[in-house]
C-alpha cells in the first residue's frame, strides 16, 4: 500500500511532541472562538427561536445539549481506541498523551449525556432512569472511561500504564456499535435515531440547523479541549527536555 | 510497513476480532432478556410468564381508554397495530405524554386471564419531533394535558 507523500510526512512528524506542541498553538483561539460562536449561535436559536414540539413542548430542547454530549461521547472514545492502535503498533509517543489526555473529556461528554437524558427522560418517559440497552451502554461506556483512567493511575510504570489502557480503549471500542445500533436491534424505552444517513431527518429544519450548529460547535470546543490537555501532558513527560525548559524559562520571563 | 509493525498490527487486529466475536455472541444467547418490554405479539402467543414482574410495551389502542370517574384507575387496550391486543388496568398517575396512539411500557403482572395489571406505565417517546401547527397539518394531536400545559407556556412566554 502507498500513501501519498505528505501524508506520510505528517504522519512523520506526529512522532515528535515538540512539532505538536509548536504547531497546535496557534490554532487554540480560532478553536475556541469558532466553537463559542458556533455553540452560541446553536443555543440561542435552539432554546429561543425554534419552536415547540407537538407533544413533550419545551422540554424537547434538551435535545440541543444532550445530542451533541452523546455524539461527542462515543467520537472521543473512537479517538482513543485510534490512539490505541497507533500506540500499540507504531510506539507513537503522543499518541499515548492523546489517549490520557481525552479520557477525562469523555467521561464528562458521557456525563452530560446521561444526566441530561435523565433530566429529560422524568418528564417525558416519567422515568429518570430505565435499564434499556442505549441507557445501559452509554452507562457501561462511562465505565469504560473511567476504567481507563484509573488504569493509568494503577499502573508505577508509564509505558507499562500507556500499554494497558490501549488495550482497554481497543477492546471497549466494541461497545460503539451496540450503543448505536441497540435501539434497532432490542426494544427499548428510548427512541430510535431521528437522524439517519439515508433519510430525511424526522424533524422540520427549524428544529435541526440549531442541533447541527450546536454539535459543530461541540466539536470545536472538544478539539480545543483535547489539544489543550494534551499539551499541558506533553509538558509534563518532555520536562527534562532542553526545549521544553526553554519554553518554560520563557513563559516565565513573560509573566 | 515494518514486519514487526505488521506483526503488532495483526495481533491487535486479532485481539479486537476475538473480543467482537465473544461480545457478539452473548449479546445474542442474551437476546430475549435485553429486551426491555414483552411486545403484544409476544404475549398473545402466550411467551410472557405469568404471575412475575415483567414489562408489557406497545400503542395505546384509539378508543380504548376507559378512566373511572371517581378514581384514578384506567383500562386500555394495548397493541402492535397488527391484530395483537393485550387488556392493561392500571391505578394511579400517568405520564403526561400517555394518550391513544401513544407508545407506552407498562410494568406488571400477566393474570392467567390474559389481563395485565400494570403498576407502572411509563411513556414512549418516538422519534419524530414537530411544532405543533405542522402536527395539526399532519392530523396528530396532544393528548389532553399536554396541549393545555403548551397553552399555559404559550401565554405566559
Given at each position: 500500500m502507498?500513501?501519498?507523500a505528505?501524508?506520510?510526512?505528517?504522519?512523520?512528524?506526529?512522532?515528535?511532541?515538540?512539532?505538536f506542541?509548536?504547531?497546535?498553538?496557534?490554532?487554540?483561539?480560532?478553536?475556541?472562538g469558532?466553537?463559542?460562536?458556533?455553540?452560541g449561535?446553536?443555543a440561542?436559536?435552539?432554546?429561543?427561536?425554534?419552536?415547540?414540539?407537538y407533544?413533550?413542548g419545551?422540554?424537547?430542547r434538551i435535545?440541543y445539549?444532550?445530542?451533541?454530549?452523546?455524539?461527542?461521547?462515543?467520537s472521543?472514545?473512537m479517538?482513543?481506541?485510534?490512539?490505541?492502535?497507533?500506540?500499540?503498533?507504531?510506539?507513537?509517543?503522543?499518541?499515548?498523551?492523546?489517549?490520557?489526555?481525552a479520557a477525562?473529556?469523555?467521561?464528562?461528554f458521557?456525563?452530560?449525556?446521561?444526566a441530561?437524558g435523565a433530566v429529560?427522560?422524568k418528564?417525558?418517559?416519567?422515568?429518570?432512569?430505565?435499564w434499556?440497552a442505549?441507557?445501559?451502554s452509554?452507562l457501561?461506556?462511562l465505565?469504560?472511561?473511567?476504567?481507563?483512567?484509573?488504569?493509568r493511575?494503577a499502573?508505577?510504570?508509564?509505558e507499562?500504564?500507556?500499554r494497558a489502557?490501549?488495550?482497554?480503549?481497543?477492546?471497549?471500542l466494541?461497545?460503539i456499535p451496540?450503543?448505536?445500533y441497540?435501539?434497532?436491534?432490542?426494544?427499548?424505552?428510548?427512541?430510535?435515531?431521528?437522524?439517519?444517513l439515508?433519510e430525511?431527518?424526522a424533524?422540520?429544519?427549524?428544529?435541526?440547523?440549531?442541533?447541527?450548529?450546536?454539535?459543530?460547535?461541540?466539536y470545536?470546543?472538544?478539539?480545543?479541549?483535547?489539544?489543550?490537555?494534551?499539551?499541558?501532558?506533553?509538558l509534563e513527560?518532555?520536562?527534562r527536555?532542553?526545549?521544553?525548559?526553554?519554553?518554560?524559562a520563557?513563559?516565565g520571563s513573560?509573566? | 510497513?515494518?514486519?514487526?509493525?505488521?506483526?503488532?498490527?495483526?495481533?491487535?487486529?486479532?485481539l479486537?476480532?476475538?473480543?467482537a466475536?465473544?461480545v457478539?455472541?452473548?449479546?445474542?444467547?442474551?437476546?430475549?432478556?435485553?429486551?426491555?418490554?414483552?411486545?403484544?405479539?409476544?404475549?398473545?402467543?402466550?411467551?410472557?410468564?405469568?404471575?412475575?414482574?415483567?414489562?408489557?410495551?406497545g400503542?395505546?389502542?384509539?378508543?380504548?381508554?376507559?378512566?373511572?370517574p371517581g378514581s384514578?384507575?384506567?383500562?386500555?387496550?394495548?397493541?402492535?397495530?397488527a391484530?395483537?391486543?393485550?387488556p392493561?388496568?392500571?391505578?394511579?398517575?400517568?405520564?403526561?405524554?400517555?394518550?391513544?396512539?401513544?407508545?407506552?411500557?407498562?410494568?406488571g403482572r400477566?393474570?392467567?386471564?390474559?389481563?395485565f395489571?400494570?403498576?407502572?406505565?411509563?411513556?414512549?417517546?418516538?422519534?419524530?419531533?414537530m411544532p405543533p401547527e405542522?402536527?395539526?397539518?399532519?392530523?396528530?394531536?396532544?393528548?389532553?394535558?399536554q396541549q393545555?400545559?403548551?397553552?399555559?407556556?404559550d401565554a405566559?412566554?
Amino acid at each position: 500500500m502507498k500513501f501519498p507523500a505528505p501524508l506520510v510526512r505528517l504522519w512523520h512528524r506526529l512522532g515528535s511532541p515538540r512539532w505538536f506542541f509548536e504547531t497546535t498553538a496557534p490554532w487554540l483561539p480560532w478553536l475556541l472562538g469558532l466553537g463559542v460562536a458556533l455553540l452560541g449561535a446553536g443555543a440561542f436559536w435552539g432554546l429561543a427561536l425554534a419552536p415547540a414540539d407537538y407533544l413533550q413542548g419545551n422540554s424537547f430542547r434538551i435535545i440541543y445539549v444532550h445530542v451533541p454530549s452523546a455524539i461527542l461521547a462515543q467520537s472521543c472514545y473512537m479517538l482513543m481506541g485510534s490512539c490505541g492502535v497507533v500506540l500499540l503498533v507504531w510506539r507513537m509517543k503522543l499518541a499515548d498523551m492523546v489517549l490520557e489526555a481525552a479520557a477525562p473529556i469523555g467521561a464528562s461528554f458521557t456525563a452530560l449525556a446521561l444526566a441530561t437524558g435523565a433530566v429529560w427522560g422524568k418528564p417525558t418517559w416519567g422515568t429518570w432512569w430505565a435499564w434499556d440497552a442505549r441507557v445501559t451502554s452509554m452507562l457501561i461506556l462511562l465505565f469504560l472511561y473511567l476504567g481507563i483512567m484509573g488504569l493509568r493511575q494503577a499502573l508505577q510504570r508509564p509505558e507499562a500504564a500507556g500499554r494497558a489502557c490501549a488495550i482497554l480503549a481497543i477492546v471497549g471500542l466494541v461497545n460503539i456499535p451496540i450503543i448505536k445500533y441497540s435501539v434497532d436491534w432490542w426494544l427499548t424505552l428510548h427512541q430510535p435515531s431521528t437522524f439517519k444517513l439515508t433519510e430525511k431527518p424526522a424533524m422540520p429544519p427549524s428544529m435541526w440547523i440549531p442541533l447541527l450548529l450546536s454539535v459543530l460547535g461541540f466539536y470545536a470546543l472538544f478539539i480545543w479541549s483535547v489539544l489543550q490537555s494534551t499539551r499541558v501532558v506533553v509538558l509534563e513527560r518532555e520536562r527534562r527536555t532542553q526545549w521544553v525548559q526553554n519554553f518554560v524559562a520563557a513563559e516565565g520571563s513573560k509573566a | 510497513m515494518h514486519p514487526k509493525r505488521r506483526q503488532r498490527l495483526t495481533l491487535v487486529a486479532f485481539l479486537f476480532a476475538g473480543v467482537a466475536v465473544a461480545v457478539g455472541l452473548a449479546l445474542f444467547a442474551l437476546n430475549e432478556n435485553i429486551n426491555l418490554f414483552y411486545p403484544p405479539d409476544q404475549i398473545a402467543r402466550g411467551e410472557a410468564p405469568t404471575d412475575q414482574r415483567i414489562r408489557a410495551g406497545g400503542m395505546v389502542l384509539e378508543g380504548s381508554v376507559k378512566r373511572d370517574p371517581g378514581s384514578l384507575a384506567v383500562r386500555f387496550t394495548l397493541s402492535d397495530m397488527a391484530g395483537h391486543n393485550v387488556p392493561v388496568v392500571y391505578e394511579g398517575i400517568l405520564p403526561d405524554l400517555f394518550g391513544e396512539g401513544q407508545g407506552i411500557v407498562a410494568t406488571g403482572r400477566l393474570r392467567a386471564n390474559g389481563t395485565f395489571e400494570a403498576t407502572e406505565v411509563l411513556a414512549k417517546h418516538d422519534e419524530n419531533y414537530m411544532p405543533p401547527e405542522l402536527a395539526a397539518m399532519a392530523g396528530r394531536k396532544a393528548p389532553e394535558g399536554q396541549q393545555a400545559g403548551l397553552a399555559t407556556l404559550d401565554a405566559g412566554g
